[in-house]
């Protein structure tokens, strides 16, 4: 049996990537319309998110825990 050609497994790589972005701005974007009503129920001011909205805008290198 022959291995599949190139063209297969970079369009196969190339929709993989894609899948990943998509989830990876899905769960930003529940996260960031969520947090204001998450804030309301333990009382927090709107102002008390910005940390959680500064992380999610950095880069994924940047987020990530060293080590």
Do not use: I
Not at 28 to 52: H, N, R
């Amino acid at each position: 049996m022959s291995p599949p050609p190139a063209t297969t497994r970079v369009g196969s790589v190339v929709a993989g990537l894609c899948l990943v972005q998509f989830v990876d701005v899905l769960g930003v974007t529940v996260v960031v319309t969520a947090l204001p009503d998450m804030l309301a129920d333990v009382g927090g001011a709107p102002a008390d998110g910005s940390l959680v909205r500064d992380v999610l805008r950095r880069p994924a290198h940047v987020r990530r825990p060293p080590g």
